[in-house]
């Protein structure tokens, strides 16, 4: 039942640039995103930034987040 009800949602509306780390050094330069920054608000950023480094509300640094790594965790979802 809730495997059907969840099948036709939006996914970039629900993971966050938290979930979408990728596995690559920080750039202290790169511009940053919080952390709960939905991935459908991600799209233009990475598009012409690549890199972006993503941050808690408390200036912590979980990491990068890039094209690939936002693409990657959509089809990742889509697999489940």
């Known amino acids: ?41 991600l799209f233009t950023s990475v598009a012409t930034e690549n890199r972006l480094r993503v941050v808690t509300a408390d200036d912590e640094v979980l990491g990068m987040v890039t094209r690939e790594s936002v693409l990657a965790a959509l089809v990742q979802e889509v697999a489940k």
């Open 1 to 41: 039942y809730v495997e059907r009800f969840v099948e036709d949602v939006d996914r970039s509306r629900v993971l966050t640039a938290a979930e979408a780390l990728a596995d690559v050094a920080v750039d202290a330069g790169a511009p940053q995103v919080a952390a709960d920054t939905l991935v459908a608000d």
